[in-house]
């Protein structure tokens, strides 16, 4: 993912799945976050982005900012 946002850090779909392997592989949810707010940053009606972040402020007890994630992902997708 490096690579890909090395040359095209609009790129939020890189973004996003780095923040995936960093939870899946090191469960860092702190540097996860900030990747998935880096990518919406590029694409802020993106629900799954929102869904992914709240997941890993819960993950982080920070549950103010995983309910407003969540609020979020609801109001782009209401199937979440």
Excluded: V
């Amino acid at each position: 993912y490096a690579t890909a946002i090395h040359f095209n850090k609009n790129l939020y779909e890189a973004y996003e799945g780095r923040g995936d392997m960093r939870i899946k592989l090191f469960k860092d949810h702190e540097n996860a976050i900030k990747d998935y707010s880096l990518a919406l940053n590029l694409n802020d009606t993106n629900s799954t982005l929102y869904f992914k972040r709240a997941l890993s402020h819960l993950r982080k007890r920070n549950y103010d900012l995983g309910i407003e994630d969540l609020t979020k992902a609801i109001k782009y997708n209401q199937y979440y």
